[in-house]
């Protein structure tokens, strides 16, 4: 439980932190026009640019999913690492974000030794960076998730 709370606690802060990071590449404001340049002017005053549609960093809304692999098999290799990459993927097509690019990542990997299922989870996050393009420049943990036979991921993606 207290693992919970801690990566709760932890994911809070470094989205809270992200959040109030300046912008990159923003810079203070141009100042307006005043009365005494205005006035010889015949051009008109120009629109003020665009604003994105995102702030830039982490998207605050996160996806959570669960994959079916067993962290049994992804240690053992073979197809499993294969099927982990493959199913993560498809679930990014699933909801049309294989476009984007994921910020951060937590993967949980289940099993009866905490110790084995962080390095499990680590091992798999590895897995998506070295095989996913989406995963590519994604930082993040691997956590222990309790027991059972798969993992759960929670993504943050980049705006």
């Known amino acids: 439980m207290a693992g919970w709370l801690f990566a709760d606690l932890f994911l809070l802060l470094l989205v809270t932190a992200l959040a109030v990071l300046p912008a990159k590449g923003s810079t203070a404001p141009e100042p ?6 205005s006035a010889g002017s015949s051009a008109p005053p120009s629109a003020p640019p665009p604003s994105p549609t995102r702030p ?29 990459v493959t199913l993560v993927e498809a679930e990014m097509r699933q909801r049309d974000l294989q476009a984007r690019k994921v910020g951060f990542v937590l993967v949980f990997a289940t099993d009866t030794d905490p110790d084995r299922g962080v390095t499990t989870g680590t091992k798999g996050l590895d897995l998506l960076r070295q095989r996913s393009d989406v995963f590519r420049s994604a930082v993040g943990f691997g956590y222990w998730g309790g027991q059972g036979d798969d993992f759960e991921l929670k993504v943050f993606l980049l705006n």
């Not at 307006?32 to 340049?37: E, F, I, K, N």
């Not at 830039?56 to 099927?83: M, Y």
């Open 32 to 37: 307006g026009p005043t009365a005494s340049s």
């Open 56 to 84: 830039a960093g982490l998207d605050p809304e996160f996806l959570t999913f669960t994959i079916p692999v067993s962290p049994a098999a992804l240690r053992a290799g073979g197809g499993a690492l294969d099927q982990f």
